[in-house]
């Protein structure tokens, strides 16, 4: 009995090579890591263990050159300052570019109004004991029709206060302009077309020059091409990472959340085909 301990803890020192070529994917994962100097062996194991690590869901692919589009809507809350029936004066707490065109949402329940705007202008505001940094910036307002007229003015009446004159209701807008009273707010909506990088079933990496909410869920559309439907998605913004790029400020990872069934059966062909 004592002569096969010691044979076998000979071979337990002294291994040979078929016993040292069958160690354990873990060990080899380890050894790897050592020898690259990594101090994140996560990493290591996920990529070369199949046994030891998550894989990706879905397999990613790259669209360089498919010219593949995401269409987003981003909404800012903003607060008039005043108004009139050919544009407004508002002040919001996010940069918005000059010659930006947005829709402009009016949502009191008694005046509901859509117009659609262009930033003239903008003025950066410091802290102040009378309101919060953020920016000043004049609004016009594009070709609003008879019946937005109207009910603009019919806003105007009820939450602000005429500078010495009263409102013509002729269809020619007027220079008059109302202060805001009580601090009203609306909704400052903008469509954006965003480049996509890579997709799969799970997600997509697009580019934007938006700083986005890690976490923020938004409705999206994809377009892969101008002949099919758009594929309609409901995504939550993963990961932003900046841009080595010139023209566009960061990757944004967005996880797909929700897709109806033939958004699904699009996004699946989409994908196959490529």
Do not use: C
């Amino acid at each position: 009995m004592g002569i096969l301990r010691k044979i076998r803890s000979v071979r337990w020192l002294f291994p040979g090579k078929a016993e040292s070529s069958a160690s354990s994917p873990l060990t080899a994962s380890l050894k790897q890591a050592k020898k690259v100097g990594t101090k994140n062996v996560d990493n290591i194991i996920s990529t070369d263990n199949k046994d030891y690590a998550r894989k990706r869901r879905y397999p990613r692919h790259p669209l360089e050159g498919k010219n593949v589009h995401a269409h987003m809507v981003f909404s800012e809350e903003v607060v008039f300052k005043n108004l009139s029936v050919s544009g407004a004066l508002i002040f919001t707490i996010k940069d918005i570019p000059v010659g930006g065109r947005y829709l402009l949402r009016i949502q009191d329940r008694e005046h509901p109004l859509s117009l659609l705007s262009t930033v003239k202008w903008k003025q950066q505001q410091e802290n102040s004991e009378e309101m919060f940094g953020g920016y000043l910036a004049g609004l016009s307002f594009t070709s609003p029709t008879f019946e937005e007229i109207v009910r603009l003015k019919d806003f105007m009446r009820t939450y602000g206060e005429p500078d010495s004159r009263t409102v013509n209701d002729s269809f020619t807008p007027g220079a008059l302009r109302y202060y805001i009273k009580y601090g009203e707010r609306a909704l400052l909506n903008r469509h954006e077309v965003l480049g996509v990088k890579i997709i799969s079933l799970g997600g997509m990496l697009i580019e934007s020059s938006r700083q986005m909410n890690v976490d923020g869920n938004y409705f999206m559309k994809i377009r892969t091409s101008t002949k099919d439907e758009p594929i309609k998605i409901k995504g939550r913004i993963a990961s932003i990472v900046p841009s080595s790029s010139s023209t566009h400020g960061y990757n944004v990872g967005v996880e797909f959340l929700d897709m109806a069934d033939p958004d699904k059966v699009m996004l699946e062909k989409f994908i196959h085909n490529l």
